[in-house]
């Protein structure tokens, strides 16, 4: 990565943790990469692991109920920068998300719609993906798991050393009369693929190898003619 990109990635760093008191910036590394956030904005997303590529978050009290006609929503956002170390790039960021529910009556119903910003701060490239999911209720009482359609949404073709990601949840729920329903986010996952770039040297790399290549010649014409 250049001095350049190291330094505007220090500046956001150093501008989330101004941009609230008592805020502290928390760092992950994991294959080629690094995550930071602002540990005061994980919110209804809990505290996240890095494994390698995968980054896993374990709600704890993201749920809505609702039933007597009543709606329920719950809004989640967390912002966090990925910065690609020496020698890698970014190339795809993908989205996962799945939960729990137990719903009863026809007249039940929840759902989940999530947007996902992926800006490229190297290449001024911004990915928007958005998806929803929405679950009906049956006259007997069910509960289950519901999960992202398919493997949720990806952003490719990024080619970046550094990003920052918005993640925006809701989940909802609605149910009338003596329906009733209750659903969680009970995990969110976010996989980035990196990929090896091959290092280009220095412009001072190769003047000091042209100045090693000069001494080198100097020196064979001064034995040369000292013989």
Known sequence: MTLKLKLLAAAIAGAVVSASAGAATVSLVGNGFSVSYDDTLNSLFGTPTLIGNLLSFSPSGFSVGSGGGRPALLDAVLDFQVVAADGYRLDSVSLFEGGSYTIAGSDASFGIASVLNVAAL????????????????????????????????????????????????????????????????DTAQITFGVAQVPSVPEPEAYLMLLTGLGMVGMAARRRAASR
């Open 122 to 185: 190297d290449n001024g490239g911004l990915t928007t993906l958005g998806g929803a999911g929405s679950f009906a209720g049956s006259p007997f009482l069910s509960a289950g798991s519901w999960r992202s359609s398919g493997d949720g949404f990806t952003a490719a073709g990024l080619s970046s050393s550094l990003l920052d990601i918005t993640l925006d949840s809701t989940l909802f729920a609605n149910a009338a009369g003596s329906s009733f329903v209750k659903a969680s986010l």
